[in-house]
């Protein structure tokens, strides 16, 4: 359903059921990156997507696939930082009956998968230095060996890897191969990042508030132009992603509290955006409730967490590091405050 937001200083068309992989906006950096890519679809070049946490690298691989000679073929996705690193290499190339402790049969890997098509190793960075040799071959020689097979089987997949880590500097530290990184960066394209995007965020905004609107069942959602302004002034160091997380959770709140049949205007004070709302926050009325104190810290740790992102462009290591926590605790950390 196509409706008109009455609620922003600029009334827009925005959609709720775009399809899951749209990309959306008309900044000239976006543009010029598409007719990029519409280009490098029609080769069979690895393809390294880089960018930040966030910025939909997922979404730019599904549209090379789409645009691609291969694109009636599978399209596997695999993420390597999930992967066990005991698995990791039964879980890419497969393995037979016996290989090791509990392979009761042959099993196919996610390069069997896409054969004919595109697989797609998101976090690439991530994946084991032993399976990074293989995959190396693979990339060499066209073939697959399942773990514990004699025989190598060929294989016709197109590679496209992504990542948000500076890969240069993991082959530096001794954590990423250097001839593998190179096969990989035959073509690196740069996504840009929210903030690089001009007024992109508030198209996506826009998008976000109709899809939480027809989510929620309510009769009318709109951003207020200071909450447009906030928007637009705010880094956005988790990018898309995190568009998408304030919105939902603005709406969510503005729900419980105006119910579904009110006219409903998102403030800034709903984004929950810290610094970047800080002029805009309604006075505190006398008698009303103080914010209780788990909820208050909660508040302060996100704010923290996002600035320390800003001020490391997005990267989560050098966050960790800024804040004195170990990465992993850092991420649990991001999700329990609904920031991943």
Not at 54 to 71: I, T, W
Not at 154 to 183: K, M, P, Q
Not at 300 to 326: E, M, P, T, Y
């Amino acid at each position: 359903m196509t409706t008109l937001c009455q609620g922003s200083a600029n009334p827009i068309r925005v959609e709720a059921t775009l399809p899951a992989d749209e990309i959306l906006g008309h900044s000239r950096v976006l543009r010029q990156l598409l007719d990029e890519l519409a280009v490098l679809a029609q080769t069979e070049l690895p393809v390294l997507l880089l960018g930040e946490t966030g910025v939909g690298k997922e979404l730019f691989a599904r549209r090379l696939h789409r645009q691609s000679r291969r694109s009636r073929r599978p399209l596997v996705q695999v993420n390597c930082a999930a992967l066990p690193e005991a698995l990791a290499e039964s879980e890419l190339f497969g393995h037979v009956k016996g290989a090791f402790s509990g392979a009761s049969h042959d099993r196919a890997g996610r390069f069997d998968a896409a054969n004919g098509g595109t697989l797609f190793l998101d976090e690439v960075g991530e994946l084991p230095l032993s399976v990074q040799a293989k995959l190396l071959r693979t990339l060499q020689n066209g073939e697959i060996q399942r773990l514990g097979a004699d025989r190598p089987l060929h294989v016709d997949v197109r590679i496209v890897a992504a990542t948000n880590r500076d890969l240069a500097e993991r082959v530096r530290d001794g954590l990423f191969r250097a001839d593998l990184y190179h096969r990989l960066s035959v073509y690196p394209v740069a996504i840009p990042a929210l903030r690089e995007r001009g007024d992109d965020v508030l198209v996506l905004a826009e998008h976000f508030v109709e899809r939480s609107r027809a989510a929620l069942g309510m009769r009318e959602l709109c951003l207020s132009p200071t909450a447009r302004q906030a928007l637009q002034s705010y880094a956005w160091p988790g990018n898309v992603r995190e568009l998408e997380h304030v919105i939902s959770r603005a709406a969510l709140k503005l729900l419980c509290r105006a119910g579904r049949r009110a006219p409903t205007s998102l403030e800034p004070q709903w984004l929950g955006l810290g610094d970047s709302t800080a002029t805009t926050q309604p006075a505190p009325v006398p008698g009303e409730s103080f914010q209780p104190l788990a909820a208050a810290v909660d508040d302060c740790q996100r704010d923290k967490i996002r600035q320390a992102l800003a001020h490391c462009s997005g990267n989560w290591a050098g966050a960790a590091r800024v804040l004195g926590l170990d990465s992993s605790n850092l991420h649990k950390l991001a999700r329990r405050l609904g920031l991943k």
